[in-house]
């Protein structure tokens, strides 16, 4: 019997409320547990662990580099749902969906922190 269920991984933010409100007001994420500087927010399986720096205590701020990707079965029917709500961020912060030569097809995602998602599903031959 597989014992291994997923992978949650930590995002250290600014502030915790706000990545809260971008995870779930933009994409489509569920708050499933929020204490003082910690939430925990998930869909469909996928979760991320919110943690709130203070001061030099957790890791870097989000650099605008690849840290989180989120294999998902269709980005374009992801791209699709998120669009309204993807079209009100700042330009430049949207790129794609767009197939890469390492035959993924990517929609890459800035959150106001400078934490980069990506995520990609494999190019459809």
Do not use: W
Not at 45 to 55: A, E, K, M
Not at 91 to 115: C, I, M, S
């Amino acid at each position: 019997m597989s014992q291994f269920l997923q992978v949650t991984p930590f995002m250290h933010v600014p502030d915790v409320a706000a990545a809260v409100g971008f995870f779930t007001d933009t994409l489509g994420f569920e708050l499933g547990f929020r204490d003082g500087d910690y939430a925990y927010v998930e869909r469909e399986g996928c979760g991320f662990r919110l943690l709130q720096n203070h001061g030099s205590d957790g890791a870097p701020p989000g650099n605008r580099r690849f840290c989180y990707y989120i294999d998902v079965r269709d980005v374009d029917a992801v791209h699709a749902e998120l669009k309204p709500k993807l079209d009100r961020l700042p330009p430049g912060d949207v790129h794609g969906p767009a197939d890469k030569p390492y035959g993924q097809r990517e929609l890459l995602v800035l959150a106001p922190d400078g934490n980069l998602l990506a995520f990609g599903s494999p190019v459809r031959r």
